[in-house]
């Protein structure tokens, strides 16, 4: 198993909700008021059947007009055609935007050739719109022209990929457990953002149940720790691939 992170950089978010590049070396926290920062990093898993994508970030374009997503595949040394599978998380758009990308003024498919693993509950939620952190016209663009794996609670996708219904950040958010020959990784999605919130406890304002997010960080967190799994962090700024430690009730995290 190989695992590459593919980040994304670093981002300001306000109540307008749009994510506007910012380079802590040159830029100011204080420019850009009632702002939340956060750093975004899908991640591409090579195992011996398949590429996995694991989420895919906001959907941004280089200068030449084409995806960082995409290049950044390239640079890990694939095609982004070689994904075969995309596991998705949940759908809010800093996690679904690079699933689709604009050519000619219309939105088309990234990953056309690769099976979408979407939770049910979930895609209904995001096709819908029923709030602004969905964008709806990325699922109407994605309706009948992707192979989609809806799943329904907790499972095996296959021999080595389970999925599990967590439920914390969002209703219908979900979490991949990934095993291959003594390997292991864990993606927590936005259950299980950044070692900081595993190491500082504290219920988030941003997530649907604060108390049930803050139990699962602890408990996937002690599952890590005892059975030496890797974690990926999707919001993290330093320690993307961790391995964490736990005793006297504390977490630490290393660099996997």
């Known amino acids: 198993m190989e695992i590459f992170s593919l980040g994304e950089g670093s981002y300001s978010v306000d109540a307008s909700k749009k994510f506007i590049p910012f380079d802590p070396q040159t830029d100011n926290p204080k420019d850009r008021p009632a702002s939340l920062f956060i750093h975004v990093n ?118 080595g990929i389970r999925y599990e219904h967590s439920g914390g950040h969002c209703p219908f958010h979900q979490v991949f457990w990934i095993e291959e020959n003594g390997q292991k990784c864990f993606f927590g999605g936005d259950e299980l953002p950044e070692p900081e919130q595993l190491i500082r406890k504290f219920i988030a304002k941003y997530d649907y149940d604060g108390r049930k997010a803050m139990q699962l960080r602890e408990d996937y967190g002690k599952i890590a720790a005892a059975e030496n799994w890797t974690c990926l962090f999707y919001h993290a700024k330093s320690i993307t691939e961790g391995k964490v430690s736990y005793s006297d009730e504390h977490f630490t995290v290393a660099q996997a």
């Not at 694939?78 to 996690?95: A, G, Q």
């Open 42 to 159: 899908p991640f591409l898993v090579k195992t011996n059947s398949d590429l996995l994508l694991l989420d895919t970030g906001l959907g941004f374009k280089d200068t030449r007009d084409e995806l960082f997503l995409h290049q950044h595949i390239r640079n890990a040394g694939f095609d982004p055609e070689d994904v075969t599978k995309v596991l998705m998380s949940h759908l809010h758009y800093d996690h679904s935007g690079g699933l689709v990308v604009e050519r000619g003024g219309k939105l088309e498919p990234s990953f056309s050739h690769a099976t979408h693993v979407i939770q049910k509950n979930e895609w209904e939620t995001a096709i819908n719109g029923k709030t602004s952190s969905y964008h709806k016209a990325i699922f109407e663009a994605l309706e009948n022209k992707i192979d989609i794996k809806f799943v329904d609670g907790s499972g095996e996708l296959q021999p």
